[in-house]
């Protein structure tokens, strides 16, 4: 196993059809929009250092629910419901191709992977089962 894929828990990504492969190929990890928290490094380290992958691909995609919520308001949501705010952001974007970037930034800037030049980045399209690369720059 030499690939872990960074991408988001919504339910209508069936990443095994959507990329071609068999259970136990890769490791898949999901959040909500596949982004790159300190959670996601964790998971990235463990897969590394103990697993032995060697590539990451960071996959976001279109329609994606993240995008739709207002971090601020969110919170707020979040704070009246539990009392406080919480400790972690919930890391909302508008653009999936540039909250792909981001996360690249988050990996190729990490001290605790090994691994990160062999980093690729894409969009999904969940009408069209399409990906498209997305640059580092």
Same mark, same amino acid.
């Given at each position: ?12 990504i069936?990443?095994h /059809?959507a990329?071609?492969i068999?259970? $136990?190929?890769?490791?898949?990890m999901?959040?909500?929009? $596949?982004v790159?928290t300190?959670d ?9 250092? /103990?697993? $032995?992958?060697?590539?990451?691909m960071?996959?976001?995609?279109? %329609?994606?629910?993240? @995008?739709r919520?207002?971090?601020d ?7 009246? =419901?539990a009392?406080?705010? #919480? ?8 653009? #999936? ?8 930034r988050r990996v @190729?800037?990490? #001290? =605790?992977?090994?691994h990160?030049?062999?980093?690729? $980045?894409?969009?999904? %399209?969940?009408?069209s089962?399409?990906?498209?690369e997305v640059s580092?720059?």
């Open positions: 196993m030499a690939i872990a894929v960074v991408l988001c828990m919504d339910a209508r069936d990443a /059809a990329f071609r068999e259970p $136990g190929e890769v490791h898949l999901r959040n909500a929009g $596949g790159v300190d996601m490094i964790r998971s990235l380290a463990i897969s590394q250092h /103990a697993l $032995g992958t060697r590539e990451v960071i996959v976001h995609h279109t %329609d994606c629910g993240l @995008a919520l207002q971090e308001a969110f919170r707020d949501q979040l704070a009246e =419901f009392g406080f705010r #919480p400790t972690w952001a919930v890391q909302a974007f508008k653009d #999936p191709t540039e909250s792909v970037k981001e996360s690249m @190729a800037s990490s #001290p =605790f992977l090994i990160t030049h062999e980093l690729r $980045g894409f969009v999904f %399209d969940v009408e089962g399409l990906l498209e580092a720059d």
